[in-house]
C-alpha cells in the first residue's frame, strides 16, 4: 500500500493535553488535500477487577460530549512516563485502588484518521482499597459491577467509550483463557 506524502505541516495550536497540526498531503493518486491532525502524548487505562469478580468503573461528566459517560479508570501519560508507572498513578488517583497484579492487555489507537493518541490498556486484579486523590477539576463517581453485567451494559449501548468497551472485553478474554 502506498503512503501519503507530506507537503506541508504547520501546528496551530499547542495545549496542555493536546496539540493540533494541519498537514498539506498528496495522495498516492496524486491528490493534494489537508489532514487536521490531534497530537496526543498517550494515555492509560485499566480494567481493575476485585476478588469477587467486579470490575472498578468510573462515572464522570464529559464536556466535550456533555453526559455522564461510565468508563474504566484511566488518564494521559505524563511526558515520558512509564505506561505501567501511569496505569497505576491513575488508578489510585481515580479511585483509591492499588492491584498486587498487574497485566497487559495491548495498545490501541482510538480515532487514527485524525488522532496520534494511543492508549495502553491493562489488567489489575489482587486490589488493596485507599484513599483516592483525584484532580481538583475531577467529580468521579465509582461504581462496581460484576464483569459480566459490564459486558451486557456494552452490549446493550448502554457503555460507548471505545477504550473501555475494547478493554472490557480483552479483560474478559483474558480472565477467562
Not at 92 to 103: D, L, N, P, Q, V
Not at 141 to 164: C, F, Q, W, Y
Amino acid at each position: 500500500m502506498s503512503f501519503e506524502t507530506v507537503l506541508a505541516s504547520e501546528r496551530v495550536y499547542e495545549g496542555r493535553i493536546l496539540n493540533l497540526r494541519v498537514d498539506q498531503i498528496r495522495t498516492p493518486q496524486g491528490v493534494e488535500a489537508l489532514r487536521e491532525i490531534v497530537e496526543n502524548g498517550g494515555a492509560v487505562a485499566v480494567v481493575a477487577v476485585d476478588d469477587q469478580q467486579r470490575v472498578v468503573l468510573v462515572k464522570q461528566y464529559r464536556h466535550a460530549i456533555r453526559a455522564v459517560v461510565t468508563e474504566i479508570p484511566a488518564g494521559k501519560l505524563d511526558g515520558d512516563e512509564d505506561p505501567l508507572e501511569g496505569v497505576q498513578r491513575e488508578l489510585r488517583e481515580e479511585t483509591g485502588f492499588r492491584a498486587g497484579r498487574w497485566k497487559s492487555l495491548g495498545r490501541i489507537y482510538p480515532s487514527p484518521a485524525w488522532s496520534t493518541e494511543y492508549i495502553y490498556l491493562y489488567l489489575a486484579t489482587d486490589l488493596i482499597p485507599g484513599p483516592t486523590a483525584m484532580d481538583a477539576d475531577e467529580t468521579i463517581e465509582l461504581v462496581m459491577l460484576p464483569l459480566a453485567e459490564a459486558i451486557d451494559l456494552v452490549r446493550s449501548g448502554a457503555i460507548t467509550d471505545a477504550k473501555t468497551v475494547a478493554a472490557l472485553f480483552l479483560a474478559h478474554v483474558a480472565l477467562n483463557s
